[in-house]
Structure formats: C-alpha cells, structure tokens
C-alpha cells in the first residue's frame, strides 16, 4: 500500500526574504490577482496585481488583509484519528480501508464526498475522477450547490451549456447595469469599484438595484426596485411584455437563433406583475429605461439563485436579453457573479452531481463512454448522484454510511444545520480534510485531515469571466500538511488505483484535464482548454490569467453574439416561466420573512476572517436587522436582544433597527459559527425548501418567530488572551490587542468577581471593581504589573460604552478612565472600524466630517486616508456623509 508522502511539487525557496508571488486572490470569484511578498520573519504583504485582467491592481478589504490571516494559531498540523494525533500512513490507510468496506458491502452509491467552489481545479479534477470514475457513483456534490446550482440550470436550459457569455469589460461599457439580488458592493467590491469608476467616468449610465432589502450596492443605484422577495420572475416576465410592446424584440437575431419566444410571452403575458409590491410608475420606469437602452447588463447573485424558483429567475433574466438580441457583444449580456474562487472551475470540472467533467453529462450515453476511455476506468457512473440537500438526508437516513467533507463546513452552512449536524454525529464514517481542528463540522469527525491552505498551495481557479489564473503557494505546507488532490491520490492508490492517481504535480494534475477537455470540443461543446495539455512545468508556473476557451484555433471571447448555442439544435431556448412564491408562507406562528446573506469584511464560516482582527471591528457581532414599524410591535429597541425561532431552530440576535428592511421582513447575516457566538449559527433557521429544477435552497425566504429575549444582564468584555465566555448568549471577535465579547444571560451572576476570573482565566490578576447591586452594575478590571490584562462591563440594559476604545486598552497602563468605559477629552473614541485598511472608526470621520466641513468620500480620504487604499468602505462614507449633511440642509 501506497499512503506515504509524495514528492512535493512547487519548490520554496529557502529564504523567503522579499521573494514576491504573482498568485489570485483567496476570497470570492472576482478572482483578483494578488502580489504576495514575504519577509524572513514569515510576515506577508499583498497588493493587488496591476496586470491581473479582473483588477488591474485593485484589492478589497478581505484581499488587501489576506496577510493576517495566515498565521499558524489553530492550525491542523496532523492527521487524527477519533481525536488523537496518528500519521498520514494510518490515517491514509484507515480512510481507504473504510470507504472500501463500505462499497464493498453496501454498493457505490453507499458512499459520498461532499466537497467545495474553494478547491482548486486541480483538487476537484482529483476528487471527481475518483468518486465517478473509480468508486462508480456520482455522489459527489459541492457547496456550490448552494451557491450557483439555479444559474448552471437556467444557463444550460438556455444555452445548452453551462456557458457564461460576456466578461467584466461589458460593465463597464454599458449604459445601464442592472443588479439582482447581489450586494456587489460588499460581496464583489472590486467589481462594484469598476463600476463605480465606469459611472463616475460617464454619469450618464444608469444602476438600477434589484433587492427587497436596502444595502451598501443601492447607494450607487440611481434606482432601488425593493421588489417582494421572490418575485423576480414576475418583475422580469413583466419586462417581457415591455419589450414586446415597445417593439424592441431583435426579430432577426429571434427568427435565426432563438426557440420558443412565443411560449415565453404567453406566458409573460398571464404575469400579474403587482406581486412585486412595487409600485407601477417605479415598474415603468424600470422597463422604459431596460426597453430603451441597448446595452444593459444585468448582473445576478444570490437573491436569484437562492430561491426556490432560482433556476426561472434565472431564465426570465436570460429571456430578456435573448429576446432583445442582447447578449455577447460588447457592454451587454447577462452576467452570473459567482461567489467562491473557483465557483466556476468547479462547475467545469464537474463538481456538481449531475455533471461529468468538462461540461459533458452524465446521462448521454456518448460522453460516458469517451470519459470512461479517456479514464481507463474501471467504471463510470451512469446516472445524476445526490444533490447536497438530498445526500444529508441521505446521510441522516443511514443511506449513505462514508461521508468525506473537503474545504466546506456544511454544519453553519447548510439549510436546516442541526439536523445536517445530526446527521454527520450519526453517520458510520466521516472524513473532513480542512485547515483547522475546530470547525463546527471538523469537530464531528472521525478523521480530519490537515490541508495546506490559500499561501500554501498551487493550482488553477476560474473566475467569474471564464478568466483561468494560477493560485500558487509561497510558504512552506506547516507541520504534516498536504495539499488537497495529493491527499485523495494518496487514498486512491490505497484503494487499489494506483496508476490512475500517480500523479506528481498539480500541473500534471492540470494536463490531463486539459486533455480530456478536448473530448468535450470533439463533442462541439464549449469548454475545450486542450491549447494547454501540454503546458511544461516552467510554463505552467508562469501561466497567465487567460479565459476560455483555450484551444489551437480560438481563445477567450464573448459567446453567442452569432447565434451557435449548444443545444440539440443550435438555437437558444427561451422558457416559459411563471411566478411561484418562495415555498415557506408566513403565518402566525413565523410571520416573518428570514433574510440571509453577507457581511462587508467577513468570509462565510469566518475560519480565516476573524483572525483578522481589522475585519471583526466592522461589524463584530451577529444581528438582525428589522424594521422600525416591527421593533415597536415586537418591543425590540436598538442593541436589544431577539429570540428568532421557528420549527428548526431558534437563534438569538442583536436588534439593528434599519428603514433598510422592509415591514414584515428580516436580515440576518449567514457568518457566525458555534466557535465565534452561542446561537450565530442562523442556518438552523433556514428551511430546507430547494428549487426542483436545481436543488439549491432557498436559503433567503425561510419564516421565523421573533421575540424579545428577556436578558436580565447583559455585559461587554475585553481580554488579551481568548477568553470562555459563559452565558447564554455571547458573540466573540478578535481586535488589535486581544478578544472582546458580548455578553447577555437571564440571570446574572451572583459573584461578579468570580465569574470574570473563571472566563478570563485570570486567577490571580489584581482586580478594580466598581459594583452596584442595586442598578445592577458591575465594572472590573483585572490587571498584571499596572498592565491591564482584561475588564468586565455589565448591566441590566444593553452596555453603553466606547468599545473600541476599551478593547484598545489592554496591555496598557492602567488609568482611572478604565472603569468609566469612555475616554477623557484628550482621547476620542474611534468608534466601529468603517476604514479596514486604515483602521478608521465611524466616530473619527462623524467628527472629521462635522468639524473639518467635509463633504465628498475624496475630502474624507484627504482628511483621514479612509477609503483610499482598497475603498471597499467608499460606500459607507458616503452613506455617512448623506446622514451627516442632510438635516442641516434641510434646516437651512
Ligand atoms: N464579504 C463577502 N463577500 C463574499 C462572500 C462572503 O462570505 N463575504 N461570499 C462569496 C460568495 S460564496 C457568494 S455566493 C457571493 C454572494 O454575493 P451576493 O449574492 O451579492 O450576497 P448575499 O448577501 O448572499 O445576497 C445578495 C442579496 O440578495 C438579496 N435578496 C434576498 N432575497 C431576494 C429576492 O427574492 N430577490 C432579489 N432580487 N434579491 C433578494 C438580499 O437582500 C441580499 O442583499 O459573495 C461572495 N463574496
Ligand atoms: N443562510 C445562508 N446560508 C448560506 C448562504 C447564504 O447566503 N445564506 N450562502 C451559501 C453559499 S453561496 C456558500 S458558497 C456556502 C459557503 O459555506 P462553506 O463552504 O461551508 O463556508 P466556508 O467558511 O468557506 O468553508 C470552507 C471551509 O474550508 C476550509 N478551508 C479553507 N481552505 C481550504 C483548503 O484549501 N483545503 C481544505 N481542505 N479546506 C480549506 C475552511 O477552514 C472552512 O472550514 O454557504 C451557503 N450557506
Ligand atoms: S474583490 Fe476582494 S475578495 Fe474578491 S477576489 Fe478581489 S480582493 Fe479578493
Ligand atoms: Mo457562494
């Protein structure tokens, strides 16, 4: 048996000392080009890469700190086996021997890996060849599934394909960018700041905002359409009738390139498009402006995929642009943002269930059996496999009885989590390979296996342009680390396939799928990179970033301008779609619409996010956002507490009272994990409902319950180390010198002394205390040698108090002010982080902007440099500006 160590790929230089890497960005499918430069203390600098396509030298705020969140603490350096530290030979040995026993006695289909849009090409390529080719099932699927599933539906039900049209130029170009259902501004900020950039450029193109919900992205729009949710299809079956009364169907290109036009608006035309809530002159406006602007761009995110009628969405979109001819040609075309890095590798390499690689498909006989040779396989699989909701249930029934979780944490990120959780605690056989111990999900497992991560490893990644970029490790795999593909090579050779999976390199890895792609141009489909099968090792460590198709006679470009789509018969399809509202109705036991999505500075599970202590101030703890009308009907005030429950789960939150929501609906944000708050973890909330064409899930209309939570105190901590808090409610984040903590229980403790000891682990540190048992109050702060080492603040109402200040006390001398929690005259409160790079707090630029006369984004980044490193906070100093300046307008 083969289940040691391979010999290990990209070589790292010994001295790291100003060695600079051209690499991509970690983060989201904007896919950025990234200069990381080390030093010989292990510290990395990035920058944006001036020559990478996607951002011309720009990075956001998650991609210009990607330096601090690469540091060993919490890493996983060794297998374990049942929690105990063993070697890659057993662990290697024992994941074999498992998932051969299982299929041995319980068939192919007994098992399942459930894998990730952040896995490098490479990886993927690897884990599919094994689950479809070797094993004989297609029980692989991806967390993509809850991510892009509806736009591969809706693009492969149009185009034949899964097939993206246009590129990130088009926005630029346009004349109108219409944004469904994506916070572009927070969750594809270098994309928003082209946009931003294009506008400013030509203020005569127009945004329109897509969104039930107000956010960052709707500050840009010159139009907010805050639509019901889940009623694009109606709003979008509505501009169909538009554009057909107005005469702005492109009959030519209709008559040459296009099927089923006439069933689509049938079936536009039965819209009753006041299900959008919105009012008809907005409506009008809205399809004026998109009938009488030739190049739009509509880009669309989450709020259309996410959706029970994700994949209709989808369609009723692409059946505007087909209609008007608007599609592939230079500032039009529909535009799906993916989310993850390689959102995009994934669905071409056939991460999803229902897929082969290379965009082939499982269920024509013709690409099974060129896959199967092209393999030299043993088997291939011949029908769709589960799709994630389906597999945990799956996994929940017993059914599936050897899980393997790679570069995902499916217990926070999967609809209904405690029941997904129940059903990982219950399974035979788990394997989760990820980068850290303590994931809600690693926690779970039989074995974890460590993975190299973003600094370490190399591969390929696709954005959302079609743009291929290498991701290329620059520091050494820590401790027993291994990249991914590697680590299912090894398991595979043990498995008996050990030519199959003799691979050495990811660029050998990266030739085969080149290769096979080419089967895929055979069969005239149109993902065919086989131009770089036989890419050398030299020329694969300095691939450039080129979009696909990569082939002898073409490379890159726009598709479909010209009509050839691949479906059966050459012509594009337009569906026949019709409004269905999301699948969970509020009554009154949940009367209100659960929305979840993103914050600005965090990402997903926030396993590498909140080691960044510039990323926790933004936004540092868990909350919902609800309406004025509904805090008052509920009795919330601001920075109360609220139980938020229904027949799944029940969370509790902090109130953020926002005009932002619309009556009747909430937002919460999908980040928090059992690691980082006690009940953050808001998927438990999220109803499984999935869209029957895709199977994705609705993960932004479940219905829930909302209450106050009848805290009887609530506290704020600070403390240099990592601190066990202990109440029933607690949010943790890390900041510049330490931890802080949210604090909230219904019965307070009855020795504050003692309690702030055992959470703080301070035993021994002297203690300040101020305590008045009749208000409720208690205040101490511990310190060490006249250092202060960690403070407690608590009361019966929500703690009043400066918090950053406070937090940016520790390791400090100690001063009078501690106790107060507000800083003297001499030292202002900065206030929450608004400027990551910068490290600016929204009390510095309200009084900047007040005292200094201040009135542009570009007079507040003169005044305090906030906004002009990576500007992903332009948008909330411009929200900030509009409040600060607006009453005294009005009064003047
Ligand atoms: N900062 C940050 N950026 C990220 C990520 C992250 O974790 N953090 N993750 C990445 C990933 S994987 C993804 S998939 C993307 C997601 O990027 P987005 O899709 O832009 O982000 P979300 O916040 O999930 O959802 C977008 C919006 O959909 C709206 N919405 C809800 N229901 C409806 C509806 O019925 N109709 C319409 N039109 N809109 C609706 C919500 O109010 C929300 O504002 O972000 C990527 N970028
Ligand atoms: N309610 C709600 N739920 C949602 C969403 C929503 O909008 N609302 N969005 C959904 C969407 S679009 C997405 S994409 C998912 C994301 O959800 P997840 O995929 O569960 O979230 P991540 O935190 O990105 O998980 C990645 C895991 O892989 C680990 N990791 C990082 N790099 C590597 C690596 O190179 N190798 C290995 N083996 N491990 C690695 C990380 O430590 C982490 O544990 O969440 C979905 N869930
Ligand atoms: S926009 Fe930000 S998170 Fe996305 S790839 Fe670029 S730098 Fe990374
Ligand atoms: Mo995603």
């Given amino acids: 048996?083969?289940?040691?160590?391979?010999?290990?790929?990209?070589?790292?230089?010994?001295?790291?000392?100003?060695?600079?890497?051209?690499?991509?960005?970690?983060?989201?499918?904007?896919?950025?080009?990234?200069?990381?430069?080390?030093?010989?203390?292990?510290?990395?600098?990035?920058?944006?890469?001036?020559?990478?396509?996607?951002?011309?030298?720009?990075?956001?705020?998650?991609?210009?700190?990607?330096?601090?969140?690469?540091?060993?603490?919490?890493?996983?350096?060794?297998?374990?086996?049942?929690?105990?530290?063993?070697?890659?030979?057993?662990?290697?040995?024992?994941?074999?021997?498992?998932?051969?026993?299982?299929?041995?006695?319980?068939?192919?289909?007994?098992?399942?890996?459930?894998?990730?849009?952040?896995?490098?090409?490479?990886?993927?390529?690897?884990?599919?060849?094994?689950?479809?080719?070797?094993?004989?099932?297609?029980?692989?699927?991806?967390?993509?599934?809850?991510?892009?599933?509806?736009?591969?539906?809706?693009?492969?039900?149009?185009?034949?394909?899964?097939?993206?049209?246009?590129?990130?130029?088009?926005?630029?170009?346009?004349?109108?960018?219409?944004?469904?259902?994506?916070?572009?501004?927070?969750?594809?900020?270098?994309?928003?700041?082209?946009?931003?950039?294009?506008?400013?450029?030509?203020?005569?193109?127009?945004?329109?905002?897509?969104?039930?919900?107000?956010?960052?992205?709707?500050?840009?729009?010159?139009?907010?359409?805050?639509?019901?949710?889940?009623?694009?299809?109606?709003?979008?079956?509505?501009?169909?009738?538009?554009?057909?009364?107005?005469?702005?169907?492109?009959?030519?290109?209709?008559?040459?390139?296009?099927?089923?036009?006439?069933?689509?608006?049938?079936?536009?035309?039965?819209?009753?498009?006041?299900?959008?809530?919105?009012?008809?002159?907005?409506?009008?406006?809205?399809?004026?402006?998109?009938?009488?602007?030739?190049?739009?761009?509509?880009?669309?995110?989450?709020?259309?995929?996410?959706?029970?009628?994700?994949?209709?969405?989808?369609?009723?979109?692409?059946?505007?642009?087909?209609?008007?001819?608007?599609?592939?040609?230079?500032?039009?075309?529909?535009?799906?943002v993916t989310g993850q890095p390689n959102a995009m590798g994934g669905r071409e390499v056939g991460g999803l269930a229902n897929m082969l690689a290379c965009h082939l498909d499982i269920e024509n006989p013709a690409h099974r059996t060129a896959v199967h040779e092209f393999w030299d396989s043993p088997v291939i699989a011949d029908k769709p496999g589960l799709k994630a909701v389906d597999m945990f249930n799956a996994v929940g029934e017993g059914k599936i009885k050897a899980l393997w979780v790679m570069c995902t944490n499916p217990v926070v990120s999967m609809p209904e989590a405690d029941k997904v959780k129940a059903a990982i605690k219950g399974c035979d056989f788990v394997v989760v390979s990820d980068m850290f111990a303590d994931t809600d999900t690693a926690k779970l497992a039989d074995i974890v296996l460590p993975a190299t991560g973003w600094a370490e490893k190399d591969g390929t990644v696709t954005n959302s342009e079609r743009c291929i970029s290498r991701q290329k490790g620059f520091l050494p795999a820590p401790g027993e680390a291994r990249h991914d593909w590697q680590i299912m090579c090894n398991v595979a050779k043990a498995m008996g396939w050990a030519s199959a999976f003799d691979f050495h390199s990811p660029a050998e890895v990266f030739r085969e799928y080149a290769a096979m792609s080419g089967i895929s141009g055979r069969f005239g489909r149109d993902f065919d990179i086989s131009g770089l099968a036989d890419v050398s090792e030299a020329e694969y460590q300095s691939l450039k970033p080129t979009h696909w198709p990569i082939t002898k006679t073409r490379t890159g470009g726009r598709y479909f301008a010209d009509g050839s789509f691949f479906t059966g018969t050459g012509k594009a399809n337009m569906l026949a779609v019709s409004y269905r509202p999301p699948q969970s109705i509020p009554t009154e036991d949940a009367p209100y619409i659960f929305n979840t999505g993103r914050v600005r500075d965090h990402w997903h599970t926030m396993t590498r996010t909140a080691r960044s202590a510039r990323l926790s101030q933004h936004l540092a703890e868990p909350y919902l956002e609800v309406h004025p009308e509904d805090a008052l009907k509920l009795g919330l005030k601001p920075a109360d507490l609220a139980e938020v429950s229904n027949a799944h789960g029940r969370s509790i939150l902090r109130v953020l009272v926002t005009d932002r929501v619309a009556p009747g609906q909430v937002f919460a944000p999908m980040h928090w994990t059992g690691q980082t708050s006690s009940s953050g973890r808001i998927d438990t909330l999220v109803t499984a409902n999935v869209d029957p064409v895709s199977g994705q899930p609705e993960s932004k209309a479940a219905t829930v319950a909302i209450a106050p939570y009848k805290a009887g105190w609530y506290g704020f901590a600070v403390c240099g180390d990592a601190l066990t808090p202990k109440a029933e409610y607690w949010a943790l984040a890390k900041t510049k010198s330490g931890y802080r903590a949210e604090l909230a229980g219904r019965k307070a403790p009855a020795d504050w002394e003692a309690y702030a000891r055992q959470i703080f682990d301070l035993p021994n540190a002297q203690v300040v205390t101020y305590i008045d048992e009749a208000r409720g109050l208690a205040r101490l702060a511990f310190l060490e040698e006249g250092v202060l080492r960690a403070a407690l603040f608590a009361a019966r109402e929500p703690v009043a108090l400066a918090r950053s200040y406070v937090a940016d006390l520790l390791g400090q001398g100690a001063s009078p002010a501690v106790l107060s929690g507000r800083p003297g005259e001499d030292q202002p409160d900065p206030g929450a982080t608004v400027c990551a790079c910068f490290d600016v707090g929204i009390n510095t630029i309200l009084t900047a902007i007040e005292t200094k006369g201040l009135t542009s984004v570009d007079a507040i980044g003169e005044a305090?440099?906030?906004?002009?490193?990576?500007?992903?906070?332009?948008?909330?100093?411009?929200?900030?500006?509009?409040?600060?300046?607006?009453?005294?307008?009005?009064?003047?």
């Avoid at 430069?37 to 991609?63: E, I, M, Q, Y």
């Avoid at 026993?101 to 952040?118: K, L, R």
Wanted: charged content about 20%; glycine content about 10%; aromatic content about 6%.
């Fill in 1 to 336: 048996m083969d289940g040691g160590a391979d010999p290990i790929v990209t070589p790292k230089p010994a001295n790291l000392d100003g060695v600079t890497t051209r690499t991509t960005c970690a983060y989201c499918g904007v896919g950025c080009g990234v200069l990381a430069t080390t030093d010989s203390a292990g510290r990395v600098t990035v920058k944006g890469d001036p020559d990478h396509p996607a951002n011309l030298g720009r990075l956001c705020s998650k991609g210009s700190a990607l330096g601090e969140t690469i540091s060993l603490e919490g890493r996983l350096l060794q297998p374990q086996v049942d929690g105990v530290a063993t070697d890659w030979d057993r662990a290697v040995a024992t994941v074999a021997e498992r998932f051969k026993a299982t299929i041995a006695e319980h068939g192919p289909d007994s098992v399942a890996f459930y894998v990730s849009g952040q896995l490098l090409t490479e990886d993927y390529y690897v884990a599919n060849k094994l689950m479809k080719g070797f094993i004989g099932s297609a029980n692989i699927d991806t967390n993509s599934r809850l991510c892009m599933a509806s736009s591969v539906a809706g693009h492969k039900r149009a185009f034949g394909a899964d097939t993206v049209p246009g590129q990130y130029s088009d926005l630029e170009e346009a004349d109108l960018v219409v944004l469904v259902g994506s916070n572009l501004a927070w969750c594809h900020p270098v994309l928003y700041q082209r946009l931003a950039a294009a506008k400013a450029a030509r203020p005569g193109m127009k945004v329109v905002n897509v969104d039930p919900r107000r956010t960052a992205t709707s500050d840009l729009a010159d139009m907010h359409l805050a639509l019901r949710p889940g009623s694009d299809v109606a709003l979008f079956n509505g501009l169909l009738v538009q554009i057909a009364e107005q005469d702005a169907v492109n009959t030519d290109y209709v008559n040459s390139f296009v099927n089923g036009f006439d069933a689509a608006l049938v079936e536009a035309r039965m819209a009753d498009i006041s299900v959008t809530g919105l009012q008809l002159e907005e409506l009008q406006a809205f399809y004026d402006l998109w009938v009488g602007t030739e190049k739009v761009v509509t880009i669309y995110s989450q709020g259309v995929n996410q959706s029970s009628a994700g994949a209709d969405k989808v369609n009723a979109i692409l059946n505007c642009h087909l209609a008007t001819g608007r599609i592939g040609k230079p500032g039009m075309g529909p535009l799906s």
């Fill in 864 to 892: 305090l440099n906030a906004g002009t490193n990576c500007g992903s906070c332009k948008p909330e100093l411009a929200t900030l500006l509009v409040n600060a300046l607006t009453p005294k307008a009005a009064a003047e």
